[in-house]
């Protein structure tokens, strides 16, 4: 069974402040996305990193690929209140038909 | 972006009953609809893989008895919760996918808030 293990599962930072969220595999994966998940709502859809070694910045976020497909993190800098919310690793493992293998999650609290 | 739908967004039942919870693809043909399950703040679970025509993949210990999929067209899918418990309750949340696309390219339903009395 593939596992994904993203950490940390709680994280409760000031204003202001920079944070990492780690997602971590022994298998190798195809693609791999994050998401962000407001109460109530489905998944949305931030990045999508393909090859290794791969890094996206959207604004404050920046998302690195592994070298090795097996790993990815997601780095905010100055996080914000309006940042809070259930941040989400999922990978594409090859030939799966794109099902993918979510994380455990990351519940981020940005305070004032 | 492609936009999925689902409905209904929440819905109250009594258990022993079924409810159906429909998820559609509105401006692309979906030949893959995934269906998973959500507890409150924890990440997704999925529970089955449908393609169009054919019989629903379900994940090691999700009944399929209990959980009735259907994809009859290559834009709804439809999720039966039968003979339901306090216990189904939950947030069920849908995506699709377009085979003609890269694997990674699905798009998520807002999601349904099962609530079992």
């Known amino acids: 069974t593939q596992l994904l293990e993203q950490s940390p599962q709680f994280l409760s930072i000031q204003e202001g402040e920079n944070l990492t969220v780690y997602c971590n595999s022994s298998s190798v994966f195809s693609s791999l996305q994050w998401y962000r998940q407001e109460p109530g709502e489905g998944p949305v859809l931030l990045v999508t990193v393909v090859t290794g070694g791969e890094v996206k910045k959207l604004k404050r976020l920046t998302f690195q690929f592994g070298d090795a497909r097996k790993d990815s993190s997601l780095h905010i800098t100055a996080a914000q209140p309006g940042d809070t919310g259930l941040y989400l690793c999922?990978?594409?493992?090859f030939g799966q038909g794109g099902k993918l293998i979510f994380g455990q999650g990351t519940e981020l609290s940005v305070k004032p | 972006g492609a936009v999925v739908s689902q409905h209904p967004s929440w819905v109250i039942c009594k258990s022993g009953t079924s409810v159906k919870i429909e998820c559609r693809s509105l401006d692309f043909q979906a030949t893959t609809m995934f269906w998973y399950r959500q507890f409150p703040k924890q990440s997704l679970m999925l529970m089955a893989t449908?393609?169009?025509?054919?019989?629903?993949?379900?994940e090691q210990g999700v009944e399929k008895d209990k959980f009735l999929i259907n994809h009859a067209s290559l834009t709804l899918s439809t999720l039966t919760v039968t003979s339901a418990h306090p216990e189904d309750s939950s947030f069920y949340i849908c995506?699709?996918?377009?085979?003609?696309?890269?694997?990674?390219?699905?798009?998520f339903g807002p999601g349904t808030r099962l609530t079992v009395t």
């Open positions: 995506s699709a996918r377009d085979w003609g696309l890269p694997s990674y390219e699905q798009y």
């Open positions: 999922a990978g594409v493992s």
């Open positions: 449908s393609n169009e025509g054919s019989k629903a993949t379900y």
